[in-house]
């Protein structure tokens, strides 16, 4: 069966003689074990909520089927998600690598949290490729890679990184929101775990929070469930099954997310009040020829640069879209625009544009509307300017 297919038909009811086609919502903190034998044993798939239920099961059949590993867990959201896979390898005195655009509360939970407890971070340069072995120590136990980074869109050499990592023995963790599993496979090129904040594309309807860690193999697996477990992290059956109808749709959406944002892009490109469009697909971006070779798509959100603006005239520019919403996140079927402060993060190499960088979610609205929309915002800020 293709991708596609199977998408349709991952983790789906099979009770005769009739089924819904959904797995339905099943809401359980406890879980009743017939017969003492059956209670001790535990039951080797179902035992208490916390560790999930039959609509958790579809749902990570799924996932894991899109991601080809060995197993696929859920956390309570997509931060959960990418601390739990950092915090399953290391141990006091331990050294961690992690890619210089990653998603920022992850790099505070690397600088204040793993600090506190005798963990070293080092940040790389997203470009880094096979030089990473340089910056690995014995002690070095992850690397930590975002592909794209999801305000720059720098593309890293993954399968070069997997390959560093194999050979000094440290986990590879890819966060691979912005591909969601369909345009990239870390685990194909190498990656031990591939990390989705499945609130953004898997879900797609920006109505709930989830996180999914996808691993290699049994041994990655088992460390990543004890993490899991030993933290605590919960997913509500609720949500489970909204991610599970949202895996469903995922690859027309993705494909309509991906022809709204090439279109915007090169929109963008052509105005005269933008220096620079970040985006993947672009020649200009950085690691676009990696972009090519590891990824079969693009999705919807992506970057641009402007020219420098006074503050009051980049305020007019917000203010005045009325299709573009203004939130942090990205994923849903909703366009969204926003700022964003790259320069306020980086520490590997700083990032120096004189501009300010504008971060653009392409939802599956009419194109021709969304255009209309930042035509609008555009004269809004030019008329300040002026
Ligand atoms: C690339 C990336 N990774 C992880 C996360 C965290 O996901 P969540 O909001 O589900 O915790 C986000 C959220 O914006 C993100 O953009």
Known sequence: ?????????????????????????????????????????????IVYGRLGGPTHRALEEGVNILEGGFETRLASSGLMAVNAALLAFVRAGDHVLVVDTVYDPVRKFCDRFLKRFGV??????????????????????????????SLTFEVQDLPAIADAARKKGAKLVVD??????????????????????????LSGHADCLIGTLTSADEATSKQIFLALLQLGSNVSADDAYLTLRGLRTLSARLRRHQENGLALAKWLQKRPEVDRVLHPAFKTTPGHAIWKRDFTGASGLFGAVLKPVAPPALKAFFNAMKLFGMGYSWGGYESLCIPVRPEAYRTANPWTEKGP????????????????????AFAAMNAVKE
């Open 1 to 45: 069966m293709k991708e596609d297919t199977k998408l349709a038909a991952a983790g789906r009811p099979h009770r005769r003689p009739s089924h819904p086609v959904n797995t339905p919502v099943e809401r359980a903190s406890t879980y009743l074990f017939p017969t003492y034998d059956d209670l001790i044993e535990g039951g080797k798939n």
């Open 120 to 149: 070293e971070t080092t940040y790389y340069d997203p470009m880094i490729g096979a030089g990473i072995e340089d910056l690995m120590r014995a002690e070095t136990k992850v690397i930590l890679a975002e592909s794209p980074g």
């Open 176 to 201: 691979n929101t912005w591909g969601a599993g369909y345009f990239l496979k870390p685990i194909a090129l190498g990656a031990h775990v591939s990390v989705q904040s499945g609130t953004k594309y």
């Open 357 to 376: 960088t504008i971060r653009l979610h392409a939802g599956l609205e009419d194109i021709e509307d969304l255009i209309v929309d930042l035509d609008r």
